[in-house]
């Protein structure tokens, strides 16, 4: 059969611009390789979808960690505002929270998902679910052409074609590969001369050297802020909350300076081939059962980099030492791990003696004022050291993707092939979390289904 737009990818960048080329007036076909669409959809934000941020669009920028001035078109084209409107206006309420995130009144994500699959029915998209995308149709583009390709349609893994005059797509990462992100879509438009960036986790916890974290495993610290440092770079964030885990270090601050790590200072992950897809005896292991930490050897090793954790963003050490002073003279003869309980949470107690090298059993009143300092200055830095990241397997995006120079930012149109279209997590950019990189899904979908459907801007 033939179509106007074929989309390859039934997540949400996939589901967004078949919606928008069929809203254009487009023959559109949906091809998803799974049994249910918006499988990724229905795990963001711990099960409620965080689908956007209400920040001002031109503030969105700032939390876009590679190649911002390529998303200017398709944010301005259709920003936070605009997802919004559409979303209601498929009879799912939504409500702003804390950091202008954006959910769902029902705190639901099947709800976003519900919504996303009454809108194609409504436009008359035919939805191809069980249907593997195995590569591209091409031919020869005209002689005066300077690209060297026109994508004409789909082939299927099952041997059947789907003509169409142009393809968008949308197949996403190599994150949560149990959810369909396999990356085996990169292989087909490499053949086509297009580059995949290296790929890494991103939003993912980090791994740390110390035993000390893992004692504290289940410890969450709030109001604290973070600085990673490597290579005489400093990256800080906060204040925000973090997490110890068994293996180092998560939480929203952790997620944020994860990916700038990932992508600067990152190996390569044993999980993917030489060309970018999850190998398939991972494919199988994860399709069963995530792994999320329960094996400490699953990690991607990187640099070393120094990891500071700042207690009190809101005191100096001189202000702190103030206070210990206090403490000392009301609590003379309490232990050194005792005192310190009233600055830390939970069993950090226990833990901090040893970060700090001083006596835990040592009497208050014989704490020297040396040791004060190293109390002081352990508060303000406690430091770790990071020796890399979880695997693709607990990144919440992918790092790296389609070089964007090779994409028309203006359409989402490759530069390499007519007809062809590229969106979402394809592509070579991802941000922090919070509603942004669903808002990236969304509004390179919206352009890429646009220009496909051939509709005026």
């Known amino acids: 059969m033939e179509y106007d737009v074929a989309v390859i990818g039934g997540g949400a960048a996939g589901m967004m611009a078949a919606i928008t080329a069929a809203q254009a007036g487009a023959h559109t076909v949906l091809i998803e390789g799974g ?29 876009v960690n590679a190649n911002p001035r390529f998303l200017y078109s398709p944010i301005y084209d259709f920003d936070a505002a605009a997802v919004m409107q559409f979303v209601e206006s498929l009879g799912c309420p939504l409500k702003t929270e804390r950091g202008e995130r954006v959910f769902p009144v029902s705190d639901r994500s099947a709800d976003v998902i519900n919504a ?21 149709l091409r031919e020869s583009a ?22 169409a005059k142009a393809v968008i797509a949308a197949t996403g990462g190599v994150s949560y590969s149990s959810t369909g992100s396999d990356g085996s879509f990169f292989q087909s438009l490499m053949t086509l001369g297009h580059t995949v960036t290296a790929l890494h986790p991103a939003l993912v916890p980090l791994v740390l050297k110390e035993e000390t974290a893992s004692q504290m495993m289940g410890l969450s610290l709030k109001n604290v802020s973070v600085t990673l440092k490597c290579e005489k770079k400093k990256y800080k964030e906060g204040p925000g909350e973090m997490l110890f885990t068994h293996f180092g270090v ?11 790590y990932s992508r600067n200072y990152g190996g390569r992950s044993n999980m993917l081939t030489e060309s970018f897809s999850i190998k398939k005896e991972y494919a199988k292991k994860f399709d069963k059962e995530n792994d999320f930490g ?31 002073i206090r403490e000392i003279s009301e609590n003379r003869k309490k232990n050194y791990s005792n005192l310190i309980s009233s600055f830390v949470p939970g069993q950090m107690k226990d833990v901090f003696p040893i970060i700090a090298g001083i006596d835990p059993s040592k009497k208050a009143d014989q704490i020297s004022r040396e040791e004060r300092r190293i109390t002081a ?22 790092s790296g993707g389609i070089n964007v120079k090779e994409v028309d930012p203006s359409t989402m149109q490759s530069k390499l092939a007519d007809g062809l279209y590229i969106c979402g997590e394809m592509l070579d950019t991802d941000a922090q979390t919070g509603g942004y990189n669903l808002q990236t899904a969304w509004s390179t979908g919206h352009l890429a289904g646009l220009c496909a459907a051939g509709a005026d801007m």
């Open 377 to 398: 200055e352990t508060l303000k830095k406690m430091h770790f050291t990071v020796i890399g990241t979880r695997d693709f397997n607990e990144a919440i995006v992918t």
């Open 142 to 163: 005209a002689e005066e052409n300077p690209k060297k390709y026109r994508v004409t349609g789909v082939f299927l893994d099952n041997g059947d074609k789907i003509s």
């Open 35 to 63: 049994e249910r669409l918006g499988k990724k959809l229905f795990i963001t934000g711990k099960g409620r979808c965080n689908l956007t941020n209400a920040c001002d669009t031109a503030e969105f920028f700032d939390h």
């Open 116 to 136: 996303l699959e009454r809108a194609l029915r409504k436009y008359g998209v035919d939805v191809k679910k069980n249907t593997k995308a195995a590569g591209l």
């Open 250 to 260: 998560s939480g929203p601050l952790i997620l944020t300076l994860s990916s700038i």
């Open 294 to 324: 329960h094996n400490l050897k699953n990690y991607v090793e990187g640099k070393e980099a120094d990891l500071y954790i700042d207690l009190k963003p809101g005191m100096t050490e001189e202000e702190i030492d103030a206070r210990l």
